[in-house]
């Protein structure tokens, strides 16, 4: 069975393997230069000896064919192993110091000749015809119409001068032993490091617990291998604390009152509890335990509708579904990553109790109506015909009478404004409606209150601001919100609507006023039908308690949204939202 190379001896092997191909090629490299070096500097003498011979003779204005003795002559101040071979222009041996110069072939294709016809001098290395002596040949071709040609035996001893010594070779082979030294020294160190982070590799693989007790070397590598462990256990612990958190999600789903569902982008199920398969299950027409139909049944049609709208501005979507005699509410939340919930809830109960609420409240006022309207027309009736100064106390009792009936009348008709608001909206017509103009005739009819509290109206809207909606509720929403500032803000106040922002889809209202405003805690229920903050002051004022109410209807009927707030500087100050006419 084969043993295992480890890693230790694995990158052992591998910078080995580099640093000597590193130190062959610096050596095989150092050596070529050298020798390079040493062959120029041969040549370069072989230059100044030809150039020696062709100033003698020049200088001498000795002919080339009778250079013989004469060049001879010259060469006893040279080196005595040199040969000298002067050709004319056509190759002929003209001169030769070793050979009978007349018994010699033509040179004129000897590498070196031709060389030196292109590039004015060349060398060569051969044996020689002649004399079978190997000679460094060096031609060089002169203007007068000749070649010098000089030689000197190429033996041993040019041979160990042209190449280099081994010198720089020991050195850097004691420059290799070092390294691999060194790298023996650092390798230990850094195996120590990756055994110890192997045998966590191993534990967390085989699933044991991660020993304490690692210790990692004292140097990159075993920083970096303790910071993986320290990372590894924090993952391990968040991880334990992310199965608590999600056990105790699943724990309220099952507990709650609410269908529940989790969908993945492509709308498998990811998690569904009990109540949202037996909401489910009455809803569809065949029980089920895959909660996928739903996408295929009618029911849920606008709600695939809005999962495959790319367009949406919106992530969330509900939709009232009524069932087998029950009501159900059902909500969709998409989230960032195309994944979904949706929410099924049972209304049933809830909605019964609203409309009985609703039905009692209607009813209520329907008896009323009658009733009242009778005694309003007997007491007017009464004031009209009764003059006599003499009993003022009975005119006075008949005049609050009168007034009560007034205000129980207009207490009848809100509340049938907003039976009809929630119950019959179709009866609503819609139209374009220009909110300058509608406002500043709601300025013109409340001038006279105005005036008596010495309060100011301003309207800051626009003429293109034109909303598509019913012209009375747009109306009764901003009446009722400036008889309310004008009932219980005080005194010489500014009251100012303004539509302070748009977008795309959406104009942005607000309304407010620099009275006195209200106390915090009753911001959150001023909606509410019959809430009063001052019952004594309502006493006074008059009112129905219904006007805030209707007001947040009409709005919501506008599909917009509203909200109450106090101002910094003082007043009460309501923000509005009406989608754009598209």
């Not at 992310?242 to 492509?266: C, N, P, T, V, Y």
Request: include cysteine; charge should be negative; proline fraction near 2%.
């Amino acid at each position: 069975m084969k043993k295992k190379i480890t890693f230790k001896l694995r990158i052992l092997i591998i910078f080995s393997v580099i640093i000597a191909a590193f130190t062959v090629g610096v050596i095989l490299f150092e050596r070529q230069q050298i020798k390079k070096e040493r062959t120029d500097s041969l040549e370069r003498s072989l230059n100044n000896n030809a150039d020696m011979i062709h100033q003698y003779l020049s200088l001498n204005k000795i002919p080339v064919g009778e250079s013989g003795d004469r060049v001879g002559e010259l060469l006893q101040y040279m080196q005595p192993e040199m040969r000298v071979t002067i050709l004319d222009w056509q190759g002929n041996v003209m001169y030769d110091n070793r050979a009978d110069a007349h018994k010699m072939e033509n040179h004129l294709q000897r590498p070196e000749v031709q060389k030196s016809i292109g590039f004015g001098t060349g060398t060569h290395v051969r044996l020689s015809d002649t004399n079978k002596v190997k000679y460094l040949y060096f031609a060089k071709y002169y203007d007068e119409g000749y070649f010098i040609r000089v030689a000197v035996p190429y033996d041993v001893k040019l041979q160990s001068f042209i190449n280099s010594g081994n010198s720089f070779a020991y050195f850097i082979l004691l420059f290799f032993v070092v390294c691999v030294l060194m790298m023996l020294y650092f390798s230990n160190r850094f195996s120590k490091s990756m055994k110890e982070l192997r045998e966590f590799s191993l534990s967390v693989k085989n699933g044991l617990p991660v020993p304490s007790s690692f210790q990692f070397a004292d140097d990159e590598v075993g920083e970096v291998s303790a910071g993986i462990v320290e990372n590894y256990n924090l993952l391990q612990e968040n991880r334990r604390k992310l199965a608590a958190e999600r056990e105790k999600l699943l724990q309220h789903f099952q507990l709650s009152e609410e269908g529940i569902a989790i969908f993945s982008h492509d709308r498998h199920q990811v998690y569904a509890n009990s109540h949202f398969l037996q909401f489910l299950n009455v809803i569809l027409d065949k029980p089920t335990l895959e909660t996928e139909q739903l996408f295929s049944d009618s029911n849920f049609e606008d709600i695939v509708h809005f999962l495959d709208e790319r367009s949406r501005n919106k992530n969330m979507f509900t939709k009232r579904i009524d069932k087998s005699g029950k009501q159900f509410n059902v909500r969709v939340i998409i989230f960032d990553d195309g994944d979904f919930e949706l929410y099924i809830s049972d209304i049933t109960k809830s909605e019964k109790t609203r409309l009985l609420k609703q039905e009692m409240t209607n009813n209520i006022a329907h008896e009323l109506r009658t009733p009242v309207t009778s005694i309003r027309g007997y007491l007017e009736t009464i004031l009209n015909m009764y003059h006599d100064e003499a009993d003022e106390r009975i005119h006075g009792f008949l005049d609050r009478a009168y007034a009560q009936t007034i205000r129980l009348s207009e207490l009848i008709q809100d509340i049938s404004m907003l039976t009809k608001i929630e119950e019959a909206s179709d009866r609503f017509d819609l139209e374009p409606v220009s909110m300058k103009e509608l406002l500043e005739e709601l300025q013109a009819d409340l001038a006279d209150d105005l005036s008596e509290k010495e309060d100011s109206f301003t309207v800051d809207v626009s003429e293109s601001v034109v909303i598509n909606g019913n012209r009375t509720l747009l109306y009764s929403i901003f009446r009722n919100l400036a008889e309310n500032s004008i009932s219980y803000a005080g005194k010489q106040i500014d009251i100012v609507v303004r539509c302070y922002n748009e977008n795309d889809d959406t104009y942005f209202f607000e309304f407010y006023d620099s009275g006195e405003g209200v106390d915090e805690k009753h911001l959150v229920r001023i909606f509410e039908r019959f809430y009063r903050v001052n019952e004594g002051r309502t006493r006074i004022t008059g009112g129905s308690g219904l006007g805030l109410s209707i007001v947040k209807n009409a709005v919501l009927f506008h599909k917009g949204s509203i909200i109450a707030k106090n101002r910094s500087e003082g007043g009460l100050w309501f923000l509005m939202t009406f989608p754009k006419l598209k």
